[in-house]
């Protein structure tokens, strides 16, 4: 069993910043594919970003030279750093690990994070 918790998230002014972290537990992450997730209100649930047990990493187009994923297998935890954000990446956002993250089928999810940017 793997369990997810992500931290960091909360309201920010346009063009701000926020690095959110998503701490796991139950097994290592050093060799495991995982991604960051969000989904707005009406909206279907997308990949933000995922990076492979190899550590190759891919964005949405949405959000590539802005975003960053990143992670620390000393910590056992994801990041998703997020730059320069826009009202349009508010959204609740979610870890998963597992190697269908790609076609958005993961084994587990955290429980989520809320992001709100305002104009």
């Known amino acids: 069993q793997v369990q997810l918790v992500e931290s960091g998230g909360g309201w920010v002014q346009a063009g701000g910043s926020l690095r959110l972290s998503c701490a796991a537990s139950?097994?290592?992450?050093?060799?495991?594919?995982m991604g960051w997730f969000r989904q707005a209100p009406g909206k279907q649930r997308e990949l933000v970003a995922g990076?492979?047990?190899?550590?190759?990493?891919n964005y949405a187009n949405s959000v590539k030279g802005r975003f960053t994923i990143s992670r620390d297998g000393a910590k056992n935890t994801l990041y998703l750093q997020m730059n320069s954000l826009k009202p349009e990446d508010t959204a609740v956002y979610y870890c998963?690990?597992?190697?269908?993250?790609?076609?958005?089928?993961?084994?587990?999810w955290g429980q989520g994070t809320q992001v709100t940017v305002s104009t």
């Open positions: 139950g097994r290592p992450i050093r060799f495991s594919t």
């Open positions: 990076i492979s047990a190899a550590g190759i990493t």
């Open positions: 998963a690990v597992g190697s269908g993250i790609w076609s958005s089928q993961a084994d587990y």
